[in-house]
C-alpha cells in the first residue's frame, strides 16, 4: 500500500551519550531515517542528549531537541509539536525503553500518537528472556534448556535442575550487560547476583551453554504486506560464548551449507512474524551445533541494530532508510533500489565480495581490567573490510584497526612464547587473530589451534594458507621475487609494509616494484546485485582481482580523510567533521572523496561524498586512491589524530594538504618547536622537557620539580599520562613507557597542581582569527579534558583570563599559519594563563560548541581551507542564552575491577550535553560543590 498519509509529523528517539554496547551506529541509523522521511514531506522532530552527531545536527531534522532522553521531555515536545507518530527504533536499546516508559505512562495515546516501526508487545516479548522463551517454544524453534528467575533461591533451584555449565542472561539489558558462562557451583552465586542487579526487572534467564557452538546473524525486513527479505546473513568468526560485538564476524556467512541456511531463514521469518506485525528491521542471531547441525534461536532485536549498520555498509542495502519507510506505510515493492535506482526495494543482495568486521578495543585505557572476552562486550568500536576473498578482507580489516599492524602478522610483532600462545587461544581477547596465526608461525598444529579455539576449520585453514604465503616470500628477496608469487600475495591482502618486512627492504621499493610489473590496486564497486544490474552508487572497495571500475571524472576533486575506528579519546565527533567538511566542500562545487573504515558512522553512508572509498585509513590504501584520483588535495583536520598522522607522508610524496601546512601541523605536535614558538610570542607555559631514559628523567626532575606530568610524545586521548609526585613514580612510569613506546621520546611538563583548565577553538585564513567558543573545566587540571565537566561560555574566569586566552588563541593560530580550524588549551593559576597544548585540527568540544551557539563552524572551517571564504564572508550570529555543560559519560559498569578514578588518561565513552539558564541551576550546583570539594582534599 502507498504512504499512511496521516502521518505528517514523526518523532525519532536517539540513543544518547556513546557507551560500550550502543554506539554510533545509531547516529547512522537515526540520521538516515530522518533524511528517508523527510524524502516524503514529513516533519521529523528527533531528541537526543548526544552533542557530537551528525544525528543531532540541524541538518538532519526539521526540529532537533538535545535534551535527556526522559519522558518529561518528551511530554515537552508532545506539548508543542503535533507530532503523529513516533518512531523508537533507530535509537537502540535507550530509545526502545524510553518507548515502552511513555506507552506504560498512556503518554502517546494522551497525545494520540502512533507507534510505528515495531509494536510494544514484540518489545516485551523479546527483551524478557521468559517471554521469549515461552513464545520460541510456541513456535516450534528450538531454544536452550531454561527457565527465568527473579529472586537469588528460584536461580539456585533453577541452576540445580538444568547443570552445569550455564549461561546467566538478565532481561531488558544493553551489550550483555550482567551476562556471563558460569561453568561450577562455586562461580554461580557471584554471577547470579551480577544478573538479578544487572536487570532493571531483577530477572535473569538461567540457561543451559552452547559455548563452542557456531553463531549466526540474519537481518531481515518486512513491510505491511508481510513480504520478508534477508538482507544479509553474517556468521561470528569466534565460536558461541564470545559476545556479537566483541566477535570477528564475516559476511555473507562462509562454512553454512545452503540447506542448513533455508532451514534459518524459514525460522527467521517465523520468528518475526510470531512476535507482531510491524513493518520495518529485525536483526535475529542463531547457534548451530558444529556436531549434527541442530539450531537453536539465541535471540531477536525488532530494531535497526548494530549489525544493521554492518550489514547496510556491507551490501549497499540501505536498511533504516528503508525501514523508515515501511514505518509509514510503504510496501517493499513501491520502493526503488537506492543503488540501481531503476530496480524494486524488494529484493536480497547478493554479494560478490566478502566482508570481514573486527571489533576495536581500549584495554589499554583500564589498567588492570579483566581482558578475557565472553558475554558482556567490551569493545569501543569496530573497523570493516571489503575483499574479493576472506583473507584479503581479514587482512585489510587488520590494517583498519590502528594498532600498528599492517595485517595479520608478517610485521615483526609475532609471540613465540609457547605457553603464552597456548594461554591465549584458550582464554579469547582483543588478540587471539593475532595469536592464531603466531602459533601457526611457531608450528603449532592447526588442529590443536582448532580444539582450544572451536573455531571453525575452514577459516583456520584461510590463514594458514597466508602463513604458508608469508613462508614462501621469505624464501626470496626483492630482486628474486617471482611476480606471480608477488601477485598472489597482494590478492590473498598482503601489505606492501607486510611484504617489505618479510623481504627486508623498503615499502616504496615493493610499491614501486609491483608498479613495474602492473600489479596494480583496482577498485571495485558495491552493488548489492553481484552486478546483475547496473549500479549508479559510487561506493568503491579495492583489490588486485578483476577489472577497475571506478571511473575518474575531470571534475575538481577533494579527499576527506576519516578517522577510522571509534576509541576512547577519538569517536563519533570526528564523523561529524567529515560529514560537514565534505558537505561544505560540495557547496564549493568540488567533487568530493571520503575515505574510512569505520562502518558504524554517518560518513561511510554511500550518499554523503560524491564516491566513498571503503577502505583502510592506511598509508597504501590511501596513496592508491589518490594516484588514480589526482585530487587538488586532501583534507586531513577533520579526521582525528588518525589523518593527522599521515600528514608527514603526505607532504613528503608531494601531496597538497588542504588548509594548515604539514610544517604547522607538525611544529604544534613537536613540544619542543611549540615551546620555542610560545617562547617568542611571550607566552607561559609549564616548564618542560623531552628525555630518552629513566636517567635523563632523574636528572630533569629536579630542574622542573614535582608533581610531573609524564606522557610519551604525538599520543591521543592522554594515552599513558600520568602524574608522578616523587622519583620512583617518576623512574617507574618512563620505564614502562620506553618499553610500550619504543622509539618515541618521553615528555615531562611541571603539573600546575589545583589550576583551573580552559579550552578554545577557531578558525582562522591565515589572516584573522574568530574564536568559536570557551569552554571551563569544572574539574581541575589533571583530569583529561574529555572526562572533564565543561562549561560554555566560562561561568567564573575573570575579564583578565579571558582576554588573555583570546589573544594567546588569535596569536598562535596565526604563528601556526592555521588556515581552517584549531584547538587550544589551557591551565590558569593564579590569573596567570598557560597554553598547555595547541591542536590544529577538529577537536572533540567543535561540535558541541556549534550545537550549542547554532554556528556550523565546521562548513566554515573547510571553506576557509579550500580557500573560498575568509572570516570577514562570514556573518556569525551565535546563540548566546545561559550555559551549555559538557556531561562526560563512562561504561565503567563493562570493567567492574578497575579503579575508576580520573586522571589525564581519558576514560569517557561518550558525552551528552545539558542546558542551564543561570548558574544557580541545582545541576550546575551539584556538580560544581563536588568539584570545590575535589579541591579542598
Not at 62 to 81: A, S
Not at 871 to 884: E, L, Q
Request: charged residues 25%; aromatic residues 8%.
Amino acid at each position: 500500500m502507498p504512504k499512511d498519509t496521516s502521518i505528517k509529523s514523526v518523532l525519532i528517539i536517539g540513543s544518547g551519550p556513546i557507551i560500550i554496547g550502543q554506539a554510533c551506529e545509531f547516529d547512522y541509523s537515526g540520521s538516515q531515517a530522518a533524511r528517508s522521511l523527510r524524502e516524503e514531506g514529513i516533519e521529523v522532530t528527533l531528541i537526543n542528549s548526544n552533542p557530537a552527531t551528525i544525528m543531532t545536527d540541524s541538518i538532519t531534522a526539521d526540529n532537533v531537541y538535545l535534551k535527556p532522553l526522559e519522558k518529561k521531555y518528551i511530554i515537552d515536545i508532545l506539548e508543542k509539536h503535533q507530532i503523529d507518530a513516533v518512531l523508537p527504533t533507530m535509537g537502540g536499546q535507550t530509545a526502545l525503553n524510553l518507548a515502552i516508559e511513555c506507552e506504560n505512562a498512556g503518554i502517546w495515546k494522551k497525545y494520540g500518537v502512533k507507534i510505528i516501526g515495531v509494536d510494544i508487545k514484540a518489545i516485551e516479548t523479546t527483551e524478557d528472556r521468559e517471554q521469549f522463551r515461552l513464545k520460541m517454544i510456541e513456535l516450534g524453534v528450538n531454544v536452550c534448556k531454561g527457565e527465568t528467575a527473579t529472586s537469588f533461591l528460584e536461580g539456585k533451584e533453577i541452576a540445580q535442575e538444568i547443570g552445569f555449565p550455564l549461561v546467566i542472561r538478565p532481561s531488558f539489558t544493553l551489550g550483555g550487560t550482567g551476562g556471563g558462562f558460569v561453568n561450577t557451583p562455586e562461580e554461580f552465586d557471584a554471577a547470579l547476583t551480577r544478573g538479578l542487579h544487572a536487570s532493571p526487572t531483577h530477572e535473569v534467564l538461567v540457561e543451559q551453554s552452547i559455548m563452542g557452538w557456531k553463531e549466526y546473524e540474519l537481518e531481515l525486513l518486512r513491510d505491511n504486506a508481510g513480504n520478508v527479505i534477508i538482507i544479509c546473513s553474517i556468521e561470528n568468526f569466534d565460536p558461541m560464548g564470545i559476545h556479537t560485538g566483541d566477535s570477528i564476524t564475516v559476511a555473507p556467512a562462509m562454512t553454512l551449507p545452503d540447506t542448513v541456511y533455508q532451514q534459518m531463514r524459514d525460522l527467521a521469518i517465523k520468528m518475526m512474524n510470531g512476535i507482531g506485525q510491524f513493518a520495518g528491521g529485525c536483526n535475529v542471531q542463531f547457534s548451530v551445533s558444529p556436531v549434527d547441525d541442530t539450531i537453536i534461536a539465541i535471540e531477536i532485536n525488532p530494531r535497526v541494530s548494530r549489525s544493521s549498520a554492518l550489514a547496510s555498509k556491507a551490501t549497499g542495502y540501505p536498511i533504516a532508510k528503508v525501514a523508515a519507510k515501511l514505518a509509514i506505510g510503504y510496501n517493499l515493492d513501491e520502493l526503488k533500489n537506492s543503488i540501481t535506482k531503476t530496480t524494486s526495494a524488494y529484493f536480497e543482495p547478493a554479494l560478490d565480495y566478502v566482508i570481514v568486521k573486527i571489533p576495536r578495543w581500549n584495554f589499554d585505557k583500564f589498567k588492570g581490567v579483566n581482558r578475557t572476552l565472553g558475554l558482556q562486550m567490551k569493545s569501543v568500536g569496530e573497523v570493516m573490510g571489503i575483499g574479493r576473498t576472506f583473507q584479503e578482507a581479514l587482512q585489510k580489516a587488520c590494517q583498519s584497526l590502528e594498532i600498528k599492524r599492517n595485517g595479520i602478522g608478517a610485521d615483526g610483532k609475532e609471540m613465540t612464547d609457547y605457553d603464552q600462545l597456548i594461554y591465549n587461544l584458550k582464554n579469547p581477547s582483543w588478540n587471539r587473530l593475532f595469536c592464531i596465526k603466531d602459533a601457526m608461525h611457531a608450528g603449532i598444529p592447526t588442529s590443536t589451534i582448532q580444539k582450544l579455539t572451536k573455531i571453525d576449520p575452514w577459516f583456520l585453514e584461510q590463514i594458514e594458507e597466508l602463513e604458508m604465503i608469508e613462508r614462501e616470500v621469505g624464501k626470496y628477496n626483492l630482486k628474486t621475487l617471482p611476480a606471480e608469487l608477488l601477485r598472489e600475495a597482494k590478492v590473498k591482502g598482503f601489505s606492501d609494509r607486510q611484504l617489505a618486512h618479510i623481504l627486508r627492504c623498503l615499502e616504496s621499493e615493493v610499491h614501486t616494484l609491483r608498479t613495474e610489473l602492473g600489479i596494480l590496486r583496482g577498485f571495485k564497486m558495491v552493488d548489492t546485485c553481484a552486478a546483475e544490474f547496473e549500479a549508479k552508487t559510487p561506493y568503491y572497495y579495492s583489490t588486485f582481482d578483476g577489472e577497475n571500475e571506478s571511473i575518474v571524472s575531470d571534475k575538481k576533486k577533494i579527499v576527506v580523510l576519516g578517522s577510522g575506528p571509534n576509541r576512547i579519546g577519538q569517536g563519533i565527533e570526528f564523523d561529524y567533521s567529515c560529514v560537514h567538511g565534505v558537505l561544505a566542500a560540495k557547496e564549493c562545487g568540488y567533487e568530493t572523496i571520503m575515505i574510512n573504515c569505520n562502518p558504524e558512522t554517518v560518513s561511510t553512508d554511500f550518499d554523503i561524498a560524491d564516491k566513498l572509498y571503503f577502505e583502510p585509513v592506511f598509508w597504501e590504501h590511501i596513496y592508491d586512491i589518490i594516484l588514480h584520483e589526482k585530487p587538488e588535495g586532501v583534507i586531513v583536520q577533520l579526521g582525528g589524530q588518525t589523518a593527522l598522522k599521515l600528514a608527514e607522508k603526505l607532504d613528503r610524496y608531494g601531496i597538497k594538504i588542504i588548509g594548515t601546512s604539514y610544517k604547522a601541523l607538525d611544529l604544534a605536535e613537536d613540544r619542543g618547536s611549540f615551546s620555542t614558538l610560545l617562547r617568542e610570542l611571550d607566552i607561559p607555559y609549564p616548564p618542560f622537557g623531552v628525555i630518552e631514559s629513566a636517567e635523563e628523567a632523574l636528572e630533569l626532575c629536579k630542574k622542573l620539580n614535582f608533581p610531573l606530568l609524564v606522557r610519551p610524545s604525538y599520543v591521543l586521548g592522554g594515552q599513558s599520562m600520568k602524574i608522578v609526585i616523587n622519583e620512583k613514580e617518576l623512574e617507574a612510569h618512563v620505564i614502562d613507557l620506553l618499553k610500550d613506546h619504543p622509539g618515541n621520546k618521553v615528555l615531562l611538563d611541571h603539573f600546575l597542581d589545583n589550576a583551573i583548565e580552559a579550552e578554545a577553538d577557531a578558525i582562522s585564513d591565515g589572516e584573522d582569527v574568530h574564536i568559536c567558543g570557551i569552554m571551563e573545566h569544572i574539574e581541575p587540571a589533571g583530569i583529561h579534558s574529555g572526562d572533564s565537566y565543561a562549561v560554555l561560555p566560562p561561568f567564573d574566569l575573570s575579564k583578565n583570563v579571558i582576554e588573555k586566552i583570546e589573544e594567546y588563541t588569535k596569536k598562535i593560530a596565526l604563528a601556526l599559519n592555521t588556515v581552517g580550524i584549531i584547538n587550544i588549551q589551557f591551565a590558569v593559576k593564579n590569573e596567570v594563563v598557560y597554553v598547555i597544548e595547541a591542536n590544529p585540527r577538529a577537536s572533540r568540544t567543535i561540535p558541541f560548541i556549534a550545537k550549542a551557539y547554532r554556528e556550523p563552524y565546521i562548513n566554515y572551517a573547510t571553506k576557509l581551507m579550500l580557500g573560498e571564504k575568509k572570516i570577514k564572508d562570514f556573518n556569525f550570529n551565535p546563540y548566546k542564552h545561559g550555559y551549555a555543560i559538557k556531561v562526560p559519560v563512562f561504561s565503567h559498569s563493562k570493567f567492574p575491577e578497575v579503579n575508576k578514578e580520573l586522571g589525564p588518561e581519558m576514560k569517557s565513552t561518550g558525552e551528552a550535553i545539558y542546558f542551564i539558564d543561570d548558574l544557580q541551576d541545582d545541576y550546575f550546583v551539584k556538580v560544581y560543590s563536588e568539584r570545590n570539594l575535589y579541591l579542598s582534599m
